[in-house]
Every structure is written in C-alpha cells, then in structure tokens.
C-alpha cells in the first residue's frame, strides 16, 4: 500500500508528481529495508526452524512452530489457528524443504492477518476538519509518530494542525514544537501544567478558523491502570464531541512492540476508554515478538493501520499483511 492509498479521502489529483515517485522509489527498496529492520524477529524465526527442518516436515516440526509463535508473542489462539491451518496446506501440497513450508507460514500468516474490509486499514481524512486523537502510554512514540503523519500528510497537499495537549511531562510540548517546526505547520499549546482539555479544544477552534484540514492531537502517556487519568481521557474526547459532532474521526492507539503482550492488556483498557480506532506498532525493530501483530488483531479486532520500523521519516509505513508477513516468516529468497 503507497501513502497515498493510506489516507482516505486524499484526491490523488492534488498529491503533487513528485510524492508518487519517491514513493515508487521507497517501494522497490521496501521490502529489503523491512526485513532488515526486523531482523532480530526474524533471525529467531530462521534459526528456530533452520534446526527443526533437520528432522523433515512431521508433528516435530509442527510442535516447534507452535513453540517459535508462543515465544514470538502471536498467543495461543492465534498460534492455533496457524499451526492447524499450516500443517493442512503443507500436507496438500506435500512441502518437505524449508524455503516452501517457510513460504506457507508467511502466506498463512498474511492470511489471518488481512482485515475482513481493507478498508478499516486506511486512515479516514475526509471530514473537514479530520480529528486524529493519539493515545497510549509513555514512551510508545506518540509525538514521533504524530510529526511524521503530520509530514506525510503535507506531502499529500493536506494542511495539519498540531495539539500539545500532553502538558504534563516537561519535554512533550517541546519535542511536538520540534516537530511542528520541522514539518512547516502549525502548533496549539499551552503553558506545562495547564489543562489538557483545554488545550484540545482550542486546537479544534483553530482548526476550524483557520482552515486546517487535519488537527494530529497529542495526550499524555498513561499507564492503562491510571483510573483517574483514563478518566481524562475519556474527558478530552467528550470535549472533542461536543465541539466537533462525529470527531475525534480517528484515535490511533500508539504500542511498543517491545512490551508484547502487555500491549494487550494496554489495548484493551484504552479500547474501553476511547473507542480505539486503529493501532500504530512502533519499534518492531528492537524486538523478536513480531507474533504480536497477529496476537492484537486475533484477540481484539482492532486494525493495525502502521508500523514503526526505524527511526528514519521513511520507517513509519502502512502495515501491509503480505509484506510483514514475508519479511518475518517467508524464505531467504528476495521477493518480487
């Protein structure tokens, strides 16, 4: 999936010439760079069944895969319905060599992973102005990620607005200033300390004076057990409400794929206090649980709509089933 295709209601029209072909230039090195980055998922993935592929394809073998995607954080659910779905279509097609039952697990992967509708992948900008509510916990990636929407969208001819509306952790509004200045675009803040409620719904007022296309809305990071500040969350969106009937259109859940299933739990509460509509899964690069994609959209039906796989502008990319998929779980073989 291009950037292009990531937002909908971008007229591709209006996205300049030059956006299409330095996307066209990132696609033919996508898949390269990926399985690069999540090379330490990877590496455990190659190695595990590298050793086990000694004994042929049996019930040895299938046991070790249940094995890797526990450990890899898929969940048991999901390492069930892999591994059953797996050994079914290696003993159609009898697979006995590596490259192709490694080829079979990546397509069965990709398979739970896609979305009934491919539509709840895409980040819906149509609404005039888009409201994107960002949450999640400290040190996910909230304000990295939300200035390096902000930048996608400018190239996609959008106008972004942003909200500093995580006032309590000292750098917060200054690393989103950062951004905003970075990005060329403009920033709604208030003093450290101040009211976050506030502050959001001044960022919406701005947007509508002054005709912003898409407000990017930072919070506080919280753990999901803070009652009180699960609360406030709670408290800013019923603010967005009433002041934008529909808004927030989105509200992206932030996770660190290094916290695995922890991230679940995280989720869940989040889900409860804010009508998730869709995660961003940052540094899969640091971690060996890649599994966890399959474990949040197995377990709670949310989209991942993107993934964080370095720390470079270009890092931030549409989740695309196939190609994680193939970038963790299929062959040595360079894909087409």
Same mark, same amino acid.
Not at 75 to 88: F, I, P
Not at 185 to 190: A, H, Y
Not at 312 to 317: C, G, N, S, T, V
């Given at each position: 999936m291009e950037w292009h295709e990531v937002f909908k209601g971008v007229a591709v029209d209006d996205v300049p010439v030059a956006v299409f072909e330095e996307e066209e230039r990132e696609r033919r090195g996508l898949f390269g760079r990926l399985r690069k980055n999540l090379g330490k998922a990877r590496a455990?993935?190659?190695?595990?069944?590298?050793a086990a592929m000694y004994v042929g394809v049996d019930w040895r073998l299938y046991e070790q895969v249940?094995?890797?995607?526990?450990?890899?954080?898929?969940?048991?659910?999901?390492?069930?319905?892999?591994?059953?779905?797996?050994?079914?279509?290696?003993?159609?097609?009898?697979i006995e060599t590596r490259e192709p039952f490694m080829d079979e697990l990546a397509d069965v992967i990709a398979g739970v992973l896609k979305p009934d509708d491919p539509e709840s992948q895409r980040i819906d900008v149509t609404a005039q102005p888009t409201v994107i509510l960002m949450v999640g916990v400290n040190g996910t990636g909230k304000?990295?990620?939300?200035?390096? @929407?902000?930048?996608?969208? /400018?190239?996609? +001819?959008?106008?972004?607005?942003?909200? *500093?509306?995580?006032?309590?952790? $000292? %750098?917060?509004?200054?690393? @989103?200033?950062?951004?905003? /200045?970075?990005? +060329?675009?403009?920033?709604?803040?208030? *003093?450290?300390?101040?009211?976050? $409620? %506030?502050?959001?719904?001044?960022?919406?007022?701005a947007a509508r004076s002054r005709g912003a296309d898409v407000v990017l809305i930072d919070t506080a990071g919280r753990l999901h057990t803070q009652v009180n500040l699960m609360r406030e969350l709670e408290k800013v969106r019923r603010v967005i409400e009433k002041q934008l009937p529909g808004a927030p259109h989105e509200t992206l859940l932030v996770l660190d794929a290094t916290t695995g299933q922890n991230g679940l739990r995280q989720a869940s509460e989040f889900q409860r206090a804010v009508d998730v509509t869709g995660v961003v899964l940052t540094k899969l690069d640091g971690t060996a649980k890649g599994g966890i994609v399959v474990a949040i959209h197995e377990t709670l039906g949310i989209p991942i709509k993107l993934i964080g796989i370095?720390?470079?502008?270009?890092?931030?990319?549409?989740f695309e089933p196939d190609v994680f998929a193939r970038a963790i779980f299929g062959g040595d073989h360079e894909s087409s």
């Open positions: 455990v993935v190659a190695d595990q069944l590298k249940e094995e890797l995607l526990i450990a890899a954080d898929v969940g048991v659910d999901g390492t069930v319905k892999v591994v059953d779905a797996l050994e079914q279509r290696c003993t159609a097609k009898k304000t990295t990620t939300i200035g390096k @929407l902000a930048w996608r969208l /400018k190239e996609m +001819g959008k106008t972004p607005l942003m909200v *500093a509306g995580d006032t309590f952790r $000292a %750098a917060a509004v200054e690393q @989103l200033s950062e951004w905003a /200045k970075r990005v +060329g675009c403009e920033i709604v803040k208030q *003093a450290e300390g101040g009211d976050p $409620a %506030a502050v959001v719904y001044d960022g919406v007022a370095g720390e470079q502008l270009e890092d931030l990319r549409p």
